[in-house]
């Protein structure tokens, strides 16, 4: 059971936008920022969006995030085929004084 | 370029023990706080321990306290964890990644894997 809660599966298709939750509590989300990773199938994940909603360089804008409360979401717009991954947001945990991923979303480009 | 390549991982009967390294380069090694996240099979993505880069105070899951130890050494720009009493649940895909406070992981090595199986 993760601290972070996330949609265990999304889908939509090409072209489509495609948002993805994350629900956590005062000590985590409510208190901290939310990072976003993306893992390809067979490959190291990779730093998709930090401090709620900035894209490192070389992300498309396609990819953006967003932060309220205890909750914080993930959004793609203009699906590709190639979006097709797992994706998992992160934050500190104040309490566990240590970070805390969720269970991971696994998006399917139908 | 940043770069960042772990080795180590191998077949382990439980209750063993293994030693994972992370050879970095490209940035200064001993500025940044480095970390070890895990997968398992058919699992999510799992924070293990950190280590800043100057005091080296330790950070550890609850899930290996007292069973693994983090360690780096700036000299030689390598991060080291130390796996001792291993279970079969901690079976995966260990990372190496730059980074710690915040939950922010800014670079992340191909993995190394642990199979802890008799």
């Known amino acids: 059971q993760s601290v972070l809660t996330q949609p265990p599966s999304a889908s939509a298709t090409p072209g489509q936008r495609v948002t993805i939750s994350c629900s956590g509590s005062s000590s985590n989300v409510g208190s901290n920022t939310v990072n976003w990773y993306q893992q390809l199938p067979g490959t190291a994940p990779k730093l998709l969006i930090y401090?709620?909603?900035q894209r490192p360089s070389g992300v498309p804008d396609r990819f953006s995030g967003s932060k309220s409360g205890t909750s914080a979401s993930l959004a793609i717009s203009g699906l590709r085929s190639e979006d097709e991954a797992d994706y998992y947001c992160a934050a500190w945990d104040d309490s566990l004084n240590g970070a805390v991923f969720g269970g991971g979303t696994k998006l399917t480009v139908l | 370029e940043v770069h960042l390549l772990e080795s180590g991982g191998g077949l382990v009967q439980p209750g063993g023990s293994l030693r994972l390294s992370c050879a970095a380069s490209?940035?200064?090694?001993?500025?940044?706080?480095m970390t070890w996240v895990r997968r398992a099979p058919g699992k999510g993505l799992e924070w293990v321990s950190s280590v800043l880069g100057s005091t080296l105070n330790t950070y550890y899951a609850d899930s290996v306290k007292g069973r693994f130890t983090i360690s780096r050494d700036n000299s030689k720009n390598t991060l080291y964890l130390q796996l001792n009493s291993l279970r079969g649940d901690d079976t995966a895909m260990y990372y190496c990644?730059?980074?710690?406070?915040?939950?922010?992981?800014?670079?992340w090595g191909q993995g190394t894997l642990v199979t802890v199986s008799s």
């Open positions: 990644a730059r980074g710690f406070p915040l939950a922010h992981f800014d670079y």
């Open positions: 490209g940035f200064t090694f001993n500025n940044y706080a």
């Open positions: 401090t709620n909603n």
